[in-house]
């Protein structure tokens, strides 16, 4: 038998394959490797997604608020509290329109080292986004948020998380501590839109329901940005960085998806034997 050749074994019988590798022996590879195809598929057609909003974007001009038309929308301003009505962050207490929260914990499997998500969410209420001409309100509902983490604190042996944190953490039923009480490895962490913050916001420009119809002194006082048929998306980010994030992320997600799921593929033909 040549040298290049090996056999792979499962269910009892011997399958010839000519790379060399023992892949039968084990179950294991052949489900990593299907999930490899799925996932891998799934990344390769996300980055066709990110394309596509890309495109929509670039293909979208940016509309000062006094002039917006109802439809596909992009605008960029200032976040204002719709008549001063603000919320404060869970773990930081900090004045915000919006924000989004994780808690996570270190965790040990085997060689394995990572963050677990215990718990996460975020919430939002009605703002405006204001520039030179006007402003609009927006509902940040369902919206794709791009914004890079605010704060950030953390707990484990010998150290509690702040207060602040605590009582949060005791209002939503999770924990930070481990088996014998002793603190488990956790970290906090929290991403918000702050009164002022400068944003670009990209949403279907819809009737604005907290104003009566006919009643609006300007155009735009009865618009409001929500989610739409189109995708959703807020950053702080200006367009050309938005843009130029989405391109790079697009090409990463359908490169690494292909060679994942290609990889996936290769060694489910291989562990089946016909490779």
Not at 36 to 44: K, T
Not at 68 to 75: C, K, L
Not at 200 to 221: F, I, L, Q, W
């Amino acid at each position: 038998m040549p040298e290049s050749q090996a056999f792979a074994y499962h269910n009892g019988i011997s399958v010839q394959n000519n790379i060399g590798i023992d892949v039968g022996s084990d179950a294991r590879i052949l489900m990593l490797a299907i999930a490899g195809i799925i996932i891998g598929a799934g990344l390769f057609f996300h980055g066709f997604t990110l394309l596509k909003r890309r495109q929509m974007i670039q293909n979208t001009p940016t509309s000062k608020i006094r002039s917006i038309a109802m439809g596909p929308v992009e605008v960029h301003g200032k976040a204002m509290p719709s008549e001063k009505k603000v919320m404060e962050s869970p773990f930081s207490g900090k004045e915000c329109v919006w924000y989004r929260y994780t808690v996570e914990e270190y965790r040990t499997t085997g060689k394995n080292h990572y963050w677990a998500t215990v718990k996460n969410g975020d919430s939002g209420v009605p703002f405006f986004v204001k520039d030179e001409t006007g402003s609009v309100l927006v509902n940040p509902k369902e919206a794709e948020v791009d914004i890079p983490m605010d704060y950030e604190c953390d707990s484990g042996f010998g150290k509690d998380p702040p207060a602040r944190v605590r009582k949060f953490l005791k209002s939503n039923a999770a924990g930070f501590e481990g088996l014998f009480g002793i603190n488990s490895t956790m970290r906090y962490r929290e991403y918000f839109i702050t009164p002022g913050d400068k944003l670009y916001v990209m949403g279907t420009a819809g009737d604005n329901p907290y104003v009566e119809e006919g009643t609006g002194k300007k155009n735009e006082e009865d618009i409001m940005i929500h989610k739409g048929k189109n995708f959703f998306y807020i950053s702080d980010k200006p367009e050309k960085d938005v843009v130029s994030s989405m391109a790079w992320k697009a090409v990463g997600s359908t490169v690494g998806g292909a060679a994942l799921a290609v990889g996936g593929l290769a060694i489910t033909l291989l562990y089946i034997g016909l490779l």
